[in-house]
């Protein structure tokens, strides 16, 4: 990666053609329009304090160092701010008279009606910058190395940067977009806040088929360029689609479920909604299953992998009244407390087990309707245990 340090560029220069949007709160443009001041990637301006702006402008008054101020370089001659994008906006937003510096004696003092002199002071004030340039590997290296000033971007938010351009940008209008009608519906099953890009990075993993970092970084490289996001946005509506069309339930455990990964594998498969919606009210409403995350891919799999429900396991004062009951009938008849060793001919049919040396089992199965009570609980070996639950 190149890095140029520019010692020369003033703060008047980097104001020229300075754009605020009111509105989002945002700087938008500076340096003649070469300078992305508040890239898609970034949230909005932040110096929710006036006191924090004015700071800023004091300081250049004083002499005071401002820091370093790092651009990425997108383009010949383009820019975009990486860190330092709230002081200059603040400095944008002083020079063209959105605030007033506030004297001791609680005067407020505007830019243009200031003395030239100060003016002069302010505005020749040259900034420290550091430009980058340098391949997408790079960039994307260097932005999780450096510390940015008061904000830590997370992994989709540096995917953004690194691979800016009309992919992200038509990506982000869809699904980084808080006024999206659509949000509403699609936080059933998505979790995470729409600003830190947490939809888009699902509908990104979805359409990679993948959770990977890399994976999905690279189906960003390759689409980069593109006009459009057709692929993306109709993979993203299939898999919603599919969603509530098997589920016709919204239960608050359908957020963040790895839908992407349920629908590569169970699309194919035809439901019938109001039959899976029983299930669903029946799992639901059974105490023995702890948990109900998983309750979805259990029904969409066939109610056959108990394993994804976490199923209530025995009390410790059932399983030792077994363990007594047993192991004293066991003495008395000269045979193994393991009902299963019993039947055998080897060395353990007359085995005595030591209690740690056993596990509870449902004598009928969980999935087949047995209770996990002492009704339904006999202790086997450890191994006839394990040999049990594997069937
Ligand atoms: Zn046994």
């Not at 947490?198 to 960003?220: G, H, I, N, P």
């Not at 839908?259 to 639901?284: I, M």
């Amino acid at each position: 990666m190149k890095t140029t340090l520019r010692t020369d560029i003033t703060i008047e220069q980097i104001c020229k053609g300075f754009v605020y949007n009111e509105l989002e709160g945002k700087g938008l443009f500076g340096l003649s329009g070469k300078l992305v001041i508040q890239p898609e990637y970034q949230r909005n301006y932040l110096y929710a304090e006036a006191k924090m702006e004015e700071a800023v402008i004091q300081s250049v008054l004083n002499g005071y160092p401002l820091g370093l101020i790092y651009f990425n370089k997108v383009g010949t001659d383009k820019y975009e701010v990486l860190d330092g994008q709230q002081r200059i906006t603040s400095l944008g937003r002083f020079i063209t008279g959105k605030f007033p510096l506030i004297d001791d004696s609680g005067m407020p003092h505007y830019f243009d009606p200031m003395q030239d002199d100060l003016k002069k002071k302010i505005k020749e004030t040259p900034l420290t910058i550091y430009i980058c340039e340098g391949e997408e590997s790079e960039i994307k290296a260097w932005f999780k190395t450096i510390n940015i000033y008061g904000i830590k971007l997370n992994h989709q938010e540096i995917a953004n940067a690194v691979y800016s351009g009309p992919f992200v940008t038509k990506a982000k209008e869809e699904f980084s977009n808080s006024r999206n009608a659509y949000i509403q519906k699609w936080s059933a099953y998505i979790k995470g806040n729409v600003s830190r890009q947490d939809f888009l990075r699902v509908a990104l993993e979805w359409v990679a088929k993948s959770t990977d970092d890399d994976v999905v970084d690279a189906y960003m490289s390759k689409h980069r360029y593109d006009t459009d996001i057709t692929e993306l946005k109709t993979y993203f509506t299939s898999v919603i689609d599919w969603i509530s069309g098997v589920f016709t339930d919204v239960e608050t455990e359908m957020r963040g479920l790895e839908w992407g990964r349920l629908f590569e594998t169970y699309h194919n498969t035809p439901y019938d909604p109001a039959d899976v919606s029983a299930k669903v009210h029946a799992l639901y409403a059974d105490g023995a299953v702890k948990n109900r995350k998983g309750v979805f891919e259990y029904i969409l799999g066939g109610c056959k992998d108990p394993r994804l429900l976490d199923i209530r396991v025995f009390e410790e004062s059932t399983k030792k009244a077994v363990y007594t009951q047993q192991t004293d009938v066991a003495k008395t008849s000269g045979k193994s407390n393991c009902p299963l060793c019993a039947m055998g001919n080897d060395n353990n049919a007359k085995r005595i087990w030591k209690f740690n040396e056993m596990d509870a089992d449902h004598v009928t199965a969980w999935s087949k309707g047995g209770a996990t009570d002492i009704s339904n609980c006999q202790m086997l070996c450890k191994t006839h245990n394990r040999a049990k639950g594997n069937k």
